[in-house]
C-alpha cells in the first residue's frame, strides 16, 4: 500500500516537473539546445516548405536572418511591407515568425526614393481589407497577372505580366534557386543594387522595383520587345547601319558602367533587349557585374564561354574582356555566325583568326572594328571612350544630337502653340461673359436635333445625322483620330452596333484618307478579318467599305477594332 502510494507520488512529481520545465523552456529558450539540433534538409519544393511551415515554429531557423534597415557597410533597406493588410497577405496558413513568407521591398536607393522600399499594396487586398487569410498567394500573385514567360537564363525567369493596379505591362524576374544562404543571398541583391543604379541610363533596362518572398527575389522592370538573340534568329540579315546603331548603343551603356569602375562579364546578345520603340538597345541582366579591384582580388563569376575573353581563364578580369565580349557578340550580329563554346575555332577566334566565310560579309570599316576589339592581348584592345570617337560613330551621335535637337524644339513649339490657344480661348470667353451681362450678347440656346427622313443626296443625309464622337482604339490604320459613329451609322442607337437593324456604311472622312489599305497586305487581311455578320452593308456607298475585326499582331495583343475598306 506504502509501495503503491510512494510510486504514485513519484510519478505525479516527475509529470509536474516536467510540465514546470516545458513552461519555463518556452519562456526562456535554451539557445544551446537550439543550436544543437540538427540542420534541418532544405527544401527545393516550396509547397512542401508550406506544409512544414505549418506544422513547425523552427522551419525558418536556418534561412537567413533578415536585415532590417540599413546596413552599416553601404547595405540595403529591406523594409517589410508597410501595408498592414499585405503584411499578412501570407500568414494566413503559416506562421507569424516566418519573415521570409513576408514581402519585404529591397532597394539601395536609400531614403530620397520612398516608393522604392514600400511594397504597393495589392488591389485583392484593397477590396477585402478585412479579411487575413489570402491563402498561399505571394506578393507577386496578388499584384501581378502572369501573362507569358519571355526567357529564361541561369538564375531567373523572366514573364510578362500586367500590375493589377495600373493595368500597366512589365517584366518580372524571378530567381530560379532558392536563398541556399546568407552570401547566396547577398549576390542576388546585388543585381538589384546595379539594375536601380543604371536604371536611368537610356540605354539600360528601366527598373521598377525588387522584392523578396518565399526565398525568392523578385524584380519589376519595363517590358522590352525581345533579345538580341531572339531579333537575330528572326531576322537572320541584319542591314549594316543597324549594327553600327546596336554598336552605338551597346558602347553608350558599357560606358556607363566602365566609368564608374566596374564590368559586366556577361555581355552577350541573349543580355541585350530591345525597348518598346523597337530601336533603342538595352543592356540587362546585371547579376554577374563586379567591380574591377574586387574582381581580381576576390572571385569574380564569369559569363557565357562563347563570349568569354580568352584571359578570363588565367584569372585576369578586366574592362578588356567586356570589350572582347562586345566585339564577338557583333561578330555574332553581323554575320549570323554561330558561336561556339570550345573547341579549335573558340581558340581561333580567340587567337584573332576570324573566319573569312562570314567576315567577307560585312565592309571593312566594321571588320576593323571588330577585329579591334577582339585583339588577344587585353591592353591592345580600344576602351569604349576610343570607340566612340570613331569617325562612323562620331557621325551617328552628332546626327542623333540634332534630330534630338529638332524634335525638342517642335515639341516646345507645339506646347507654346497650345498654351496660346488656351489664352485665346479664355480671352474670347471673358469677352463673351461680359458682353452678356451687357446685355449686348444672347446665347443661342440648344434645340433638339431632329431626324430628316432619308436623304436624297448624301451631304443632306450627313447633316441630319447627330454627331456622336467615338476614337478607335489602338495604332496606326487610319491616321485621322477622331472619327465619328454618325458617319458610317444610322438608327436610334447608333453605338450599339448589335442592335442596328440595316446600319448605313457610308463613305465618310477615313475612307477619304485611306490609310488602312496600305497597312495590312490583302493575304493576311482575308486570314484576320471576320466580318461582323449583323452589319448589312445596303448604304449608297457599301461598295466601298466593310466593317472588320482584326487581332494585331503587336506583342502586346491588343483588340483592335477597326475600319478596313474593300475595293472589289
Ligand atoms: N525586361 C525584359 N523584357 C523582356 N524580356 C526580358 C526582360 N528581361 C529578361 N528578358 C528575357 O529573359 C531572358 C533571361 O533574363 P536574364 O538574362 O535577366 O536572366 P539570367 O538568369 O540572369 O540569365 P543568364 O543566364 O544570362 O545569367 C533574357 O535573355 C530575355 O530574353
Ligand atoms: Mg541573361
Not at 21 to 34: A, G, V
Not at 72 to 100: P, R, T
Not at 171 to 182: D, N, P, T, Y
Not at 216 to 221: E, F, G, K, V
Request: proline share 5%; hydrophobic share 35%; charged share 25%.
Amino acid at each position: 500500500m506504502l509501495c503503491a502510494y510512494i510510486l504514485n507520488t513519484t510519478v505525479t512529481l516527475q509529470i509536474w516537473s516536467h510540465f514546470v520545465r516545458s513552461k519555463l523552456i518556452k519562456k526562456t529558450p535554451n539557445r544551446k539546445m537550439e543550436m544543437h539540433r540538427l540542420p534541418l534538409p532544405e527544401l527545393r519544393d516550396d509547397k512542401h516548405r508550406h506544409k512544414q511551415c505549418n506544422g513547425n515554429e523552427n522551419s525558418n531557423r536556418f534561412r537567413p536572418p533578415k536585415y532590417k534597415g540599413r546596413l552599416s557597410q553601404g547595405g540595403y533597406v529591406a523594409v517589410e511591407n508597410n501595408n498592414g493588410a499585405n503584411n499578412s497577405q501570407s500568414l494566413g496558413s503559416c506562421s507569424a515568425h516566418n519573415s521570409s513568407n513576408i514581402a519585404h521591398a529591397i532597394s539601395f536607393r536609400g531614403v530620397e526614393f520612398p516608393d522604392a522600399n514600400t511594397l504597393p499594396a495589392s488591389p485583392n487586398v484593397q477590396q477585402d481589407a478585412s479579411s487575413t487569410d489570402f491563402g498561399d498567394q505571394s506578393h507577386f500573385e496578388l499584384c501581378f497577372e502572369r501573362l507569358a514567360k519571355l526567357g529564361e537564363g541561369s538564375f531567373g525567369e523572366v514573364f510578362q505580366v500586367r500590375d493589377r493596379s495600373d493595368g500597366r505591362l512589365y517584366a518580372v524576374k524571378i530567381s530560379k534557386q532558392l536563398f541556399r544562404g546568407e552570401q547566396y543571398r547577398a549576390e542576388r541583391l546585388e543585381e538589384v543594387r546595379r539594375y536601380e543604379e543604371f536604371s536611368g541610363h537610356e540605354n539600360c533596362i528601366r527598373f521598377i522595383r525588387a522584392w523578396e518572398q518565399y526565398d525568392r527575389l523578385y524584380m519589376q522592370m519595363e517590358l522590352c520587345r525581345e533579345s538580341l538573340e531572339q531579333y537575330l534568329l528572326r531576322c537572320q540579315q541584319i542591314p549594316e547601319e543597324r549594327i553600327w546603331h546596336i554598336l552605338l548603343d551597346l558602347l553608350r551603356a558599357l560606358k556607363s558602367l566602365h566609368d564608374r569602375n566596374l564590368i559586366h562579364l556577361d555581355i552577350k546578345l541573349d543580355n541585350v533587349l530591345i525597348g518598346e520603340d523597337d530601336e533603342t538597345c538595352k543592356l540587362a541582366d546585371f547579376g554577374l557585374v563586379i567591380d574591377v579591384d574586387r574582381a581580381n582580388s576576390q572571385h569574380a563569376t564569369e559569363g557565357d564561354s562563347r563570349y568569354m575573353a580568352p584571359e578570363i581563364l588565367q584569372g585576369q578580369f578586366s574592362k578588356a574582356a567586356d570589350v572582347f565580349s562586345l566585339g564577338i557578340a557583333m561578330l555574332e550580329l553581323a554575320c549570323y555566325m554561330e558561336l561556339p563554346s570550345n573547341g579549335p575555332l573558340w581558340h581561333e577566334l580567340r587567337r584573332g583568326i576570324l573566319p573569312e566565310e562570314f567576315i567577307d560579309k560585312i565592309s571593312q570599316e566594321l571588320q576593323l572594328v571588330i577585329k579591334s576589339m577582339m585583339m588577344p592581348d587585353p591592353a591592345a584592345r580600344p576602351t569604349t571612350d576610343t570607340l566612340l570617337s570613331h569617325p562612323k560613330l562620331q557621325r551617328m551621335q552628332e546626327n542623333q544630337k540634332s534630330l534630338i535637337t529638332s524634335r525638342s524644339f517642335r515639341k516646345s513649339r507645339r506646347v507654346v502653340y497650345g498654351k496660346v490657344c488656351n489664352w485665346k480661348s479664355f480671352a474670347y470667353r471673358c469677352l463673351f461673359y461680359l458682353l452678356e451681362i451687357l446685355h449686348l450678347y444672347k446665347p443661342i440656346s440648344p434645340s433638339q436635333p431632329t431626324i430628316t427622313p432619308a436623304p436624297s443626296s448624301p451631304t443632306t443625309f450627313l447633316a441630319a445625322v447627330p454627331r456622336v464622337e467615338f476614337q478607335l482604339v489602338g495604332s496606326t490604320p487610319i491616321t485621322n483620330r477622331d472619327c465619328y459613329a454618325s458617319d458610317f451609322l444610322t438608327g436610334d442607337d447608333e453605338l450599339e452596333l448589335s442592335k442596328q437593324e440595316t446600319p448605313h456604311v457610308i463613305n465618310s472622312t477615313p475612307l477619304n484618307h485611306n490609310q488602312g489599305k496600305s497597312r495590312l497586305d490583302s493575304s493576311r487581311r482575308s486570314s484576320l478579318g471576320k466580318t461582323i455578320p449583323t452589319l448589312e452593308l445596303d448604304s449608297p456607298y457599301s461598295n466601298v467599305a466593310s466593317l472588320k475585326l482584326f487581332e494585331t499582331s503587336s506583342f502586346r495583343r491588343k483588340k483592335l477594332f477597326v475600319l478596313d475598306y474593300d475595293d472589289e
